[in-house]
């Protein structure tokens, strides 16, 4: 039981490029999340998912976009990536009424 | 509007002394509240949450938090902090019944542990 897994670990971008940052859970929650943290900010929430087909907008979703490809897996996508999308990415799931279960975060550097 | 406020930003302890972090929230619905630790370079981990019952809540690692619903709070505590302990400290409140699971999270407590 791996719970959520992220990939890549690390990246660096130079402006302008895109890339996609991969999340996958294996507990069966119906919801997952996307969150960006910047020192200060705390987690900002992205884009989530409460169900698969279905995603919505959070706090700071411009510049990205999200794909929730089945129930395990839930995608984000930088298509021309920005130096204030330097952050550290984090994805999140849950089931109603529980604890938000995060991964190990994606370390990105845009130059 | 919904809110979560960890007033200090950042705190400093001496090894074996008492901690406090405060978390006080603004929500309409009934909530349920956490609180979650982040070492250095790595994730969140739930250290404890509370959804109905005991107002007192014990959690892993030796902490416990109570929460005050005429106060609007939920604050963290541990009688005896080890240097281990020393990360950063998010509380979080959702709403019982929603159907989402989403959470509101306060920017962060960092706890630095003087030996």
């Known amino acids: 039981n791996a719970g959520v897994t992220q990939t890549p670990k690390f990246q660096v971008l130079k402006t302008g490029q895109s890339m996609t940052l991969q999340c996958a859970q294996d507990m069966n929650h119906n919801s997952m999340y996307w969150y960006r943290q910047d020192p200060g900010m705390g987690l900002r929430l992205i884009y989530y998912s409460a169900s698969e087909g279905t995603t919505d907008k959070g706090e700071v979703p411009n510049g990205y976009n999200v794909s929730r490809l089945n129930k395990r897996e839930f995608s984000l996508r930088l298509e021309s990536a920005a130096p204030s999308q330097t952050s550290v990415y984090f994805c999140a799931s849950t089931r109603p009424g529980d604890e938000q279960y995060f991964g190990p975060g994606t370390r990105l550097t845009v130059t | 509007a919904q809110s979560v406020t960890q007033p200090d930003i950042h705190i400093t302890v001496s090894e074996g002394a008492s901690l406090e972090l405060r978390c006080n929230y603004s929500y309409g619905a009934t909530p349920y509240l956490f609180w979650y630790v982040q070492s250095p370079g790595q994730g969140l981990q739930l250290l404890l949450k509370?959804?109905?019952?005991?107002?007192l809540v014990q959690g892993i690692k030796g902490f416990e938090a109570e929460f005050k619903r005429s106060q609007s709070s939920f604050n963290l505590r541990k009688p005896s902090v080890h240097w281990s302990d020393a990360a950063e400290y998010f509380c979080?409140?959702?709403?019982?019944?929603?159907?989402?699971?989403?959470?509101?999270f306060g920017k962060g407590t960092k706890l630095s542990v003087k030996p």
């Open positions: 509370y959804f109905s019952g005991d107002t």
């Open positions: 979080a409140v959702g709403a019982h019944g929603g159907s989402q699971g989403n959470l509101i």
